[in-house]
């Protein structure tokens, strides 16, 4: 017989950058920007509160993806409350590519374990990690959404989602640029090709392996590291400035890439108070939204 806790949980997850330049689909990054929501069970009936980013568009009701994601949990356990309610102050970006629909499913299912008494007993991090990645339709943003830091990960043949956690350089910062106007996942994804040549494939490989070790304590192979051959250029129709800003801090030495599947654009820096940072910050464009973001080593967890 599954119960529920009396009182309410509350959860933290950070904001994540996925592909990274030519990781594409398996590499994710946790970044210091996070979202806060707390939930409860009532008696009756769904209460869904929302402010921050995405609170005129998204919905109040059962299509909400917190309470979607929590009820999958709760059909895994094998009950549902009888009611709850739900409040989500969103500070992660809504369709810029930072991992707010990865946030809004990890937040949901940590959320959701957190209210049935002895819920990390039913349902273990790799459960809920695979139940992340099966409502996403891949792990490279709820990986470290869910785990912190530089994840990679992946789907095997048969289906099992894998994540594994690599180290960063305590010396590797980010910076983000993020353009007023969104563009979906979706219309994103849709200008890629269906095959790529078999050179760009194999380069890519060789970057993304270096990009691991870069990383992971050799910084100065960032900007060779991060350079991509799958995804970005086919993206540039969608968006166009987000790319030219991309080639301008390339063109002078910066590791820059476009943050998942865009618009906003993530340099990799020298730190909070370092001089490419500076430069970095001083580059953004007028009317885009710019902040120096810390690798977020924890993941999501109740607070």
């Known amino acids: 017989m599954v119960s529920f806790a009396s009182g309410p949980v509350r959860v933290r997850v950070p904001a994540t950058s996925a592909n990274l330049g030519p990781g594409f689909d398996s590499l994710g990054l946790a970044l210091g ?5 707390e939930a409860e069970v009532l008696d009756e009936g769904l209460v869904v509160e929302v402010s921050g980013s995405g609170a005129q568009d998204v919905p109040r009701d059962e299509s909400h993806l917190v309470v979607r994601s929590m009820r999958a949990l709760f059909d895994l356990v094998g009950a549902q409350p009888p009611g709850l309610r739900l409040s989500c102050e969103n500070v992660i970006p809504h369709a810029r590519g930072l991992g ?13 374990r957190g209210l049935v008494a002895g819920g990390a007993l039913l349902v273990d ?7 992340a990645a099966r409502i996403e339709g891949h792990p490279d943003n709820v990986a470290p959404a869910f785990l912190g830091g530089f994840v990679v990960s992946g789907q095997d043949e048969d289906g099992t989602f894998y994540a594994v956690g690599a180290p960063v350089d305590p010396r590797v910062g980010a910076v983000v640029l993020v353009p007023p106007t969104p563009v979906s996942t979706e219309a994103a994804r849709g200008l890629l090709p269906a095959t790529v040549p078999h050179a760009d494939a194999a380069a890519d490989a060789g970057r993304t392996a270096l990009l691991v070790a870069a990383l992971g304590g050799r910084p100065e192979h960032l900007l060779r590291a991060t350079r991509d051959y799958l995804h970005q250029d086919y993206r540039r129709p969608a968006m166009p400035e987000s790319l030219a800003l991309v080639d301008a801090l390339r063109a002078s030495g910066v590791a820059a890439v476009v943050s998942g599947a865009g618009p906003t654009v993530l340099a990799f820096t020298d730190g909070p108070d370092g001089g490419l940072t500076a430069d970095v910050l001083a580059r953004c464009p007028e009317g885009w939204w710019v902040s120096y973001l810390p690798v977020e080593t924890a993941g999501a967890a109740l607070v």
């Open 125 to 131: 991090d790799d459960a809920v990690l695979d139940l």
């Open 100 to 112: 707010s629909s990865s946030a809004a499913i990890v937040a949901g299912l940590v959320l959701a």
């Open 33 to 37: 920007l996070h979202d806060h929501l």
